[in-house]
Every structure is written in structure tokens, then in C-alpha cells.
């Protein structure tokens, strides 16, 4: 039963991590034909994104073990903290700045959809550049707090063709 590769455990779970992301596409297209509600459509992305953002952090952990990093308790709890809750803060971060930013802007829907998208792209790039962090927890987490926080930001007509244009 052993692995005809020779491989050792940590090389089997970076294998592991790497093939674990999922992809909902086809999932949504067969839910949006038998015409299954948006809210589930939506769940099941949210979901995906949330398997791919965990896979890209497992995956990189048993790289750097791979690669020969210390692979003690506390240095993997202390990646796994970086990487997690550094997104977490950096996405909330960028969220509260941009909402602020916004409260600027009267009712431009240019310059707001602008906003949304180089902020999305700053944040990412921050996150998985700058702070070691993972890029797509960071963009994630400030989507949800767009979501729950934004709303009175953006004024007018800009909400629906905010949405329209993110869909």
C-alpha cells in the first residue's frame, strides 16, 4: 500500500493541497438551468472561494516545509495566524479606509465602481506581497465587509450598477 513515488508525508500533502481547490463552475451552470435560487448559486460560490482561499494557504505551508522551513508546532501555528488573520485584518482594513474614501464621492458611479476595483486589486497585492498573507482571504473578507458595511456608501443609482457590474 506504500506510494510507488517514494514520497515522504509532507510532499504527499503538498500534492494534496495543491489538488484540493475546487471548481463551482459547472455546479452553477447546472444550477442556474434548473433554475435553482440565487441565494443557493450564491452559497456554493462563497463557498468555492472560501476551499480556494484555504487550499493556496495549505498549499503554502507544506511548501515551505517542502522547501526544508522549520516544520516545529509553533512556527506552523505562527504561518498559519500570518497568513489567516493578517488576511482578515488587512481585508477589514482596506474596507474601512474605501468606505471613508466613499463618503467623499457624490454620486459618481465611474469613479466608485473605479474605487471598488483598485482597491480589490491594492488589497491583494498588499496581502500577498507586502505582509505575507494570504491575497484571496484579504479580498474576500473586505467583498464581505463591502457587503455588510458598504451599502450606505454608495448612493443612488451607483448601488444597483455597483452590483450589476460585480455579478
Known amino acids: 500500500l506504500g506510494c510507488p513515488y517514494d514520497w ?3 510532499t504527499a500533502l503538498l500534492l494534496g493541497g495543491l489538488l484540493s481547490a475546487t471548481d463551482p463552475v459547472a ?3 447546472l444550477l442556474k438551468e434548473l433554475g435553482a435560487s440565487k441565494k443557493l448559486s450564491t452559497v456554493i460560490e462563497g463557498e468555492s472561494l472560501m476551499n480556494d482561499g ?3 494557504v495549505v498549499f503554502q505551508l507544506f511548501l515551505k516545509m517542502v522547501m526544508g522551513n ?7 501555528i505562527t504561518f498559519l495566524i500570518r497568513v489567516a488573520l493578517g488576511a482578515v485584518g488587512i481585508g477589514l482594513a482596506f ?3 474605501s468606505v471613508l474614501w466613499l463618503k467623499f464621492i457624490f454620486n459618481d458611479t465611474v469613479i ?3 474605487l471598488t476595483i483598485a482597491v480589490s486589486y491594492f488589497a491583494y497585492f498588499t496581502a500577498q506581497e507586502w505582509a505575507g498573507a494570504s491575497g484571496v482571504l484579504t479580498v474576500m473578507t473586505l467583498g464581505m465587509f ?3 458595511f458598504a451599502r ?3 448612493k443612488g443609482d451607483s448601488q444597483k450598477s455597483l452590483h450589476h457590474f460585480w455579478k
Open 70 to 76: 522549520s516544520s516545529d508546532w509553533s512556527s506552523i
Open 8 to 10: 515522504d508525508w509532507k
Open 146 to 148: 463591502y457587503a455588510a
Open 152 to 154: 450606505t456608501a454608495f
Open 27 to 29: 455546479v452553477v451552470a
Open 54 to 56: 484555504t487550499a493556496i
Open 112 to 114: 466608485e465602481i473605479t
Open 95 to 97: 474596507g474601512i479606509v
